[in-house]
């Protein structure tokens, strides 16, 4: 049922989106030339999969976690953007693509070792990595890995369609900060 809503949510999303989408793309565009950041991150089962988001970091910001980023790397539209959550707009390709659902643990970087061990011993990779889940809207982000592993934890068996709505709309209507970065 939730791949269900996953498919249909994303494809109505990237439908009535789309002029939004356009709009963003022309902007960062016209910033940096390179509107789309492109990475590898950890899914289901621990398999990789291509994330896309909007970039929000200047293009000679290195492959680290955004906590471990200077807060000086972040564009003047790339604040706006993870401010309003816009940033997380394309990852609504990954969810039609099947490698990710709107709610469930936030895809982490392979290089994010203590991370990916936690979840492991947690069993979080039973779950497609989300746009949006419990830990997004407390604000619980990477640079707390343990913290972030137990929260994602709490979704495994519990993930129902009630709460799946839940955390969407906790989300939008702007609860959660996303990742700190670095002053």
């Known amino acids: ?23 963003i793309v022309i902007i960062l565009w016209m910033e940096h030339r390179k509107p789309l950041f492109i990475q590898q991150r950890v899914g289901k089962n621990q398999r990789p999969f291509t994330l896309v988001k909007y970039r929000t970091m200047s293009p000679v910001a290195t492959d680290l976690p955004t906590h471990e980023v200077a807060k000086s790397l972040i ?3 790339g604040k706006f953007l ?20 709107l709610v469930g643990p936030r895809p982490c970087l392979p290089t994010q070792l203590e991370l990916i061990n936690a979840r492991e011993e947690r069993k979080v990779y039973l779950l497609k990595p989300g746009i949006t889940g419990p830990a997004q809207v407390k604000n619980i982000d990477m640079s707390t890995p343990l913290k972030l592993a137990e929260e994602d934890a709490k979704l495994i068996g519990k993930l129902n369609l009630l709460s799946y709505l839940k ?8 609860s959660g900060q996303g990742d700190k970065v670095l002053n």
């Open 75 to 77: 564009t003047k539209s």
């Open 167 to 174: 955390y969407i709309v906790m989300t939008l209507s702007g």
């Open 1 to 23: 049922m939730i791949r269900l809503i996953d498919f249909i949510g994303s494809l109505v999303g990237i439908f009535l989106l789309a002029p939004l989408m356009l709009t």
């Open 82 to 101: 993870r401010r309003s959550k816009l940033d997380e707009l394309p990852q609504l390709w990954n969810v039609l693509k099947g490698e990710m659902s």
